[in-house]
């Protein structure tokens, strides 16, 4: 009698650890994954982005924030690696986690960012933005086919001129 209860203690524990471990997030989304659709507004009100609206593109969809240096170096390699592909290949969109827009604006004058589709979200990590994406400190970048559906994750700029080409 003694064995069986030990038995059904280790059952217990087997089944409750299998069951816990399934629902933890992953680290942000993966690879085949559908992109969550977002709309994001300027600062100045004059330009929104809204995910579901690039379908039919290529998006480049990049997250970085100027206190964060590897993420804002890839940020602006990526930017001038979108600048020297052909036009309309790929779309970039660009979020910053800066809480204060004047030191996003100061960042992309000195970065040199394209900003047709720059965009600053002052909520920073406790944006909706930023957990919808599941993201971590060093952010990332999803690059997303004409379907929605993300085929790379955190490529650098070598290697989005590879896969484009």
């Known amino acids: 009698m ?20 399934k629902d933890k997030p992953t680290g942000g989304l993966n690879v085949g ?8 507004q300027s600062m100045s009100s004059e330009q929104s982005s809204d995910l579901a609206s690039l379908r039919g593109k290529y998006v480049l969809l990049n997250f970085w924030a100027s206190y964060d ?3 804002r170096m890839q940020n602006a390699s990526l930017s001038q690696a979108i600048r020297s592909l ?6 970039m969109v660009s979020v ?9 604006n100061e960042t992309i004058r000195k970065d040199r960012i394209a900003t047709t589709a720059c965009f600053v979200e002052t909520q920073g990590e406790e944006s909706d933005l930023y957990k919808r994406y599941r993201l971590q400190r060093g952010f990332g970048n999803y690059l997303i086919d004409d ?11 070598d ?4 896969y484009l080409n």
């Open 2 to 21: 003694r064995h069986v209860k030990w038995i059904f203690v280790v059952l217990v524990i087997s089944s409750l650890t299998s069951f816990i471990g």
């Open 33 to 40: 994954d559908i992109a969550p659709n977002f709309l994001i």
């Open 69 to 71: 240096a590897p993420s």
């Open 86 to 91: 052909s036009p309309n290949q790929v779309e």
């Open 96 to 104: 910053s986690f800066d809480e204060y827009s004047s030191i996003f």
């Open 147 to 157: 379907n929605g559906v993300i085929i790379a994750k955190n490529i650098s700029a």
């Open 159 to 162: 290697e989005l001129s590879a």
